[in-house]
């Protein structure tokens, strides 16, 4: 008998796969420790699910954008050069026409499009580029990240310092439904949507998209922003 969220725990099984070279072992451990106890669960809810996709992406958040700022745009550029070496011309046509449009692999990849303007050999043929081009990216790049372990560790406090402060605007946000039951429901939907931006699969969110939210229902409240 298949799991209730299947599909679900096999975007999140993609995102354990494709987490970046650097993030440590222990995180990647830990992820595939809980999606492997909620495949076994079959009474495993969504919300359940969600919340290892939140843990997972909290702790992947700061290495991920450490490795992406170490190594700028080449990464992004050398999975593209891959996937497009492995599928057939025809389906790197199709990919390429997204890319042109800003959208890199693994999001297309983790978006509904993927299921409705691909085919099933065409999703196998990305899908098994993209393993390959993740192996080829820890070696090539990974050296370049150990070889400079201080500016790495570095930018990793960095970006645990932006993912921190967005956490506590997001609470920010969330304490204030308490200023007015009108507005409660209203107020959790967006905090929800803010929190889903740290969930592993999904786009991050910004903490401009917070502080903008912030301003928004405050000036709503009569309070000076």
Do not use: C
């Not at 992004?76 to 890199?104: G, N, Y």
């Not at 692999?105 to 990305?126: A, G, Y």
């Amino acid at each position: 008998m298949s799991h209730p969220f299947d599909s679900h725990l096999k975007e999140y099984q993609f995102a354990i796969d494709h987490l970046a070279p650097t993030v440590p072992t222990a995180i990647k451990e830990q992820a595939q420790k809980m999606h492997n106890a909620l495949l076994a669960n079959l009474s495993a809810t969504d919300e359940e699910i969600d919340s290892a996709l939140f843990q997972t992406g909290i702790a992947e958040y700061p290495h991920r954008h450490a490795f992406k700022e170490m190594t700028s745009g080449d990464v992004e550029a050398r999975r593209v050069e891959i996937v497009f070496e492995h599928v057939e011309p025809e389906v790197a046509e199709k990919v390429k026409k997204f890319i042109e449009s800003q959208v890199t692999i693994n999001e297309l990849v983790k978006s509904q499009l993927f299921e409705t303007d691909f085919t099933p050999e065409e999703r196998h043929q990305i899908e098994d580029a993209l393993l390959d081009a993740d192996i080829h990216i820890k070696e090539e790049f990974g050296k370049e990240v150990v070889a400079d372990a201080k500016t790495y560790d570095v930018l990793v406090k960095k970006w645990e310092g932006t993912r921190d402060a967005i956490v506590t605007k997001i609470a920010e946000l969330d304490a204030l439904k308490s200023r007015d039951e009108k507005w409660r429901e209203e107020i959790e939907g967006k905090v929800s949507r803010l929190r889903e931006g740290f969930l592993v699969t999904e786009p991050d969110v910004t903490q401009d998209e917070v502080e903008h939210e912030i301003e928004y229902w405050k000036g709503t409240f009569g309070d000076e922003v």
